[in-house]
């Protein structure tokens, strides 16, 4: 395996709110039915429809007029890593530490000139 295509390492998942960059510790999912809106631990896996929130945003969160929040009683807890995520880290620091990996570049058209990662390629039209 090269160093290109090491594993997948999930990265911590992050508050949706804009501009926090705080870890998510709980999932926001809107009941449009019930007007509800449900803040309860952080989901297993991100779902298109619900938000990610760090703990001070999941206790602050408030509700347009009319719709009633259920919040999730205790506290928030920031999900441990499984054996699968260090097993993935693990593999992905072991493939960048190995010195004879080198990254393999892209092929070069010929008649084209490389500088860093943008290419110079010829005027088609020239002859």
């Not at 920031?78 to 010195?99: C, F, I, W």
Request: glycine share 6%.
């Amino acid at each position: 395996m090269d160093a290109l295509s090491s594993p997948i390492v999930r990265s911590v998942r992050r508050c949706s709110r804009t501009g926090c960059a705080n870890p998510a510790v709980a999932t926001l999912t809107y009941a449009y039915a019930d007007s509800t809106a449900v803040v309860g631990p952080l989901a297993t896996y991100s779902e298109p429809h619900s938000y990610d929130l760090c703990e001070e945003h999941a206790l602050r969160l408030t509700a347009p007029r009319g719709w009633e929040v259920v919040r999730h009683q205790g506290e928030f807890a920031a999900p441990e890593p499984s054996v699968d995520d260090l097993t993935a880290l693990a593999e992905a620091v072991r493939e960048a530490g190995r010195a004879d990996v080198s990254p393999k570049l892209p092929d070069v058209p010929a008649g084209s000139q490389r500088r860093g990662h943008l290419r110079v390629l010829p005027d088609p039209y020239e002859d």
